[in-house]
T-cell receptor
Framework: DGGITQSPKYLFRKEGQNVTLSCEQNLNHDAMYWYRQDPGQGLRLIYY???????QKGDIAEGYSVSREKKESFPLTVTSAQKNPTAFYLC??????????FGPGTRLTVL | SQQGEEDPQALSIQEGENATMNCSYKTSINNLQWYRQNSGRGLVHLILIRSNEREKHSGRLRVTLDTSKKSSSLLITASRAADTASYFCATAPIYNQGGKLIFGQGTELSVKP
């Protein structure tokens, strides 16, 4: 089945730790995106990538980092510099500048 | 910056009734999209309407777009309990780079059986 997967589903982080969220797609999409969603809120763009080995900051990139070494993969690292990382993280991909396909999300909690 | 603002924030209706959600935005757009999110899940794309279109239908969904008022509405007809979810509008600004979308805060729809 074609689709976009995220892992893990739940992630717990201690203060001062970096954690990496996985996002993989087999839809052959060029563009990939990372969003953050807080309770009762819409989505805010963290980073996006239009092509392998290239990515751009979104609206709330501080405290996050990404890489795009393969077309299929766009991992997000939440660094210790992100002071309030508890949130629901969503990854998406798109073929053109049209609809985006979303993964199931990762819920990150800081202990 | 928040492009889309949705109204109402929450809507509760009985099964069989119609549900209407509105979205307003600020800048010129290439297209406007509606997404659905069930609690704790990813978003699912429902419908896309381009800036040169005024109305679009998909099954029980009807979307309108008024670019002069910078607003859109999503109508779900003959609602079902399974329609209970949050609905988000997302705009693709005309200056768009990389297919970026700007999401609204969402409307939480509850359909009671």
């Amino acid at each position: 089945d074609g689709g976009i997967t995220q892992s893990p589903k739940y992630l717990f982080r201690k203060e001062g730790q970096n954690v990496t969220l996985s996002c993989e797609q087999n839809l052959n999409h060029d563009a990939m995106y990372w969003y953050r969603q807080d309770p009762g809120q819409g989505l805010r763009l963290i980073y996006y990538s239009q092509i392998v080995n290239d990515f751009q900051k979104g609206d709330i990139a501080e405290g996050y980092s990404v890489s795009r070494e393969k077309k299929e993969s766009f991992p997000l690292t939440v660094t210790s510099a992100q002071k309030n990382p508890t949130a629901f993280y969503l990854c998406a991909s798109s073929l053109r500048e049209d609809e985006q396909f979303f993964g199931p999300g990762t819920r990150l909690t800081v202990l | 910056s928040q492009q889309g603002e949705e109204d109402p924030q929450a809507l509760s209706i009985q099964e069989g009734e119609n549900a209407t959600m509105n979205c307003s935005y600020k800048t010129s757009i290439n297209n406007l999209q509606w997404y659905r999110q069930n609690s704790g899940r990813g978003l699912v794309h429902l419908i896309l309407i381009r800036s040169n279109e005024r109305e679009k239908h998909s099954g029980r969904l009807r979307v309108t777009l008024d670019t002069s008022k910078k607003s859109s509405s999503l109508l779900i007809t003959a609602s079902r309990a399974a329609d209970t979810a949050s609905y988000f509008c997302a705009t693709a600004p005309i200056y768009n780079q990389g297919g970026k979308l700007i999401f609204g805060q969402g409307t939480e729809l509850s359909v009671k059986p």
